[in-house]
């Protein structure tokens, strides 16, 4: 694996980054799905989601998983943070899972099915990952080049938020 590493281009290792990521996100959402939650609390989730869909914009939705996302990027918090939204993400499921008396991980499954998940995923495994590399190369003395990179990939994300917010206002609006 190491000479692979090093034989590979810069391009090829970041995106190999983003996958690793991608699965860990996978990973932390299932224990999170795998966590008990009580009756009570998995209503009180389902309330509170259920009134966030009510007020959601374009705009609200857009704006809150930007805020999350640029979080990722945050060398050390970034992936702390990131993997906690996930394991939340899974949390969350368990209980809508409840409500609708299916298994949790069915649900992630169902998930896996609509597209703002995997453009909100992508991009959180796109965060984390450029917080991993703005770290190594920081420590190789490439900082500003890698705040270039980084400034590219923020970019990149807004523009996939953008879109994901996007359509689960026209999901949510033909009420999926």
């Known amino acids: 694996m190491p000479g692979f590493w090093k034989r590979s281009s810069s391009r090829r290792k970041r995106i190999i980054t983003v996958l690793v990521f991608l699965l860990l996100w996978q990973v932390a959402t299932v224990v999170g799905t795998l966590t008990p939650l009580s009756q009570k609390d998995a209503n009180s989730i389902n309330q509170e989601i259920d009134q966030e869909r009510t007020a ?30 996930s394991y939340s993400s899974g949390y969350v499921m368990v209980a809508q899972s409840m409500s609708l008396g299916l298994p949790p991980l069915l649900v992630m499954f169902l998930y896996f099915l609509i597209p703002i998940y995997w453009l909100e995923t992508v991009s959180m495994s796109i965060g984390l990952a450029e917080s991993v590399w703005l770290i190594r190369r920081t420590t190789q003395g490439y ?24 359509i689960e206002i026209i999901l949510i609006n033909a009420g999926v």
């Open 56 to 85: 959601a914009t374009v705009e609200n939705i857009f704006t809150h998983n930007l805020i999350l996302c640029l979080i990722t990027f945050i060398p050390i918090v970034g992936p702390i943070f990131g993997f906690f939204s």
């Open 143 to 166: 900082g500003m080049r890698e705040l270039r990179n980084a400034a590219v990939l923020i970019g990149t994300v807004t523009l996939i938020l953008l879109v994901s917010a996007t």
